[in-house]
């Protein structure tokens, strides 16, 4: 299996800044595609923006311009920076992962959250 442990969520004010950590271990043959989802209160989750293992990169309308992912393949961690804040960008973050691993002589492809961590915007 493969956890994906979350830090870097907290309290800020607007128009500020916060950097999202997520880290990948477990039984990983490659990490397909790995992205930030949140999901707002009353709200569905939706993508913020997704990396693939080739360095694509996508982002949910809102957050272009202010947010940027970016990976690194060797430690499997992707990171959401995220600048010029605003209160409609407090949520729940996920992590979120498309991970081929091995096992008895396979491979299998699954998709994996982490815990979440808060990000909420605020003066």
């Known amino acids: 299996q493969v956890q994906l442990v979350e830090s870097g969520g907290g309290l800020v004010q607007p128009g500020g800044s916060l950097r999202l950590s997520c880290a990948a271990s477990g039984r990983i043959f490659t990490i397909n595609v790995m992205g930030w989802y949140r999901q707002a209160p009353g709200k569905e989750r939706e993508l913020v923006a997704h990396?693939?293992?080739?360095?694509?990169?996508n982002y949910a309308d809102s957050v272009k311009g202010r947010f940027t992912i970016s990976g690194d393949n060797a430690k499997n961690t992707v990171y959401l920076q995220m600048n010029s804040l605003k209160p409609e960008d407090t949520a729940v973050y996920y992590c979120?992962?498309?991970?081929?691993?091995?096992?008895?002589?396979?491979?299998?492809?699954?998709?994996?959250w982490g815990q979440g961590t808060q990000v909420t915007v605020s003066s």
């Open positions: 979120g992962a498309d991970v081929t691993t091995t096992g008895s002589s396979r491979l299998y492809r699954n998709n994996y």
């Open positions: 990396i693939t293992n080739g360095g694509t990169t």
